[in-house]
């Protein structure tokens, strides 16, 4: 079957190749999110998308879930992760990102068999079995290996990374006395 959607993490055609929940010999416990692959015309290593407004609080690296970034959802407090990404996302911690905001590219970084998105949903930002929510079911789309996942294209087009420019006020005042008594004021590159 196939859903289409608003928030989709991908703006073209994903399957779930993996869906919440599942158990067997590839996961510990359960399969603790959502898998998205490409399918159809996508590209093999497609941009991926913020599925919320919110805040990045962060952007990491390890063998396992390889080149992350988790985003806080401003609606419901809780935190989503995008794992396996192709390289370090080009957002930071603190970067505010709207629903369709470019968080990064996917890819097979991690502990991986293929190219997919592996996206989490947690209560907490730390990494726990007894908090996570089912991604599916927040994105509405069934939580259903096979499905085909559509992007709706509303959301507006991507932004690039927010950035705060520090500006150093390129002068100096001071001021000397000279012998007579008498001050003078300079300005000064610097
Ligand atoms: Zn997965």
Redesign the pocket.
């Known amino acids: 079957m196939s859903v289409t959607i608003p928030n989709s993490p991908v703006h073209s055609d994903t399957i779930l190749t993996?869906v919440y929940g599942e158990t067997g010999p590839n996961w510990a416990r359960f399969?603790t999110?959502t898998?998205f692959a490409p399918t159809g015309s996508t590209p093999a290593n497609p941009q991926l998308f913020s599925v919320c407004d919110g805040e990045v609080v962060n952007v990491m690296y390890d063998g396992t879930l390889g080149n992350q970034i988790q985003i806080k959802d401003d609606a419901t407090g809780n935190y989503w992760r995008y794992c396996h990404m192709q390289s370090a996302s080009p957002l930071s911690i603190g970067d505010r990102v709207n629903t369709g905001t470019q968080v990064g590219v996917m890819g097979a970084t991690g502990n991986v068999t293929g190219i997919h998105l592996?996206l989490e949903l947690s209560t907490t930002m730390a990494w726990n079995y007894d908090t996570f929510l089912n991604p599916s079911t927040a994105l509405g789309i069934p939580n259903e290996r096979g499905t085909i996942v559509k992007y709706d294209g509303s959301a507006p087009p991507p932004e690039p990374p927010s950035e705060i420019v520090k500006k150093k006020f390129p002068w100096v005042l001071y001021a000397k006395k000279f012998r007579n008594n008498r001050w003078q004021i300079f300005l000064n590159s610097i």
């Open positions: 993996a399969h999110g898998d592996h």
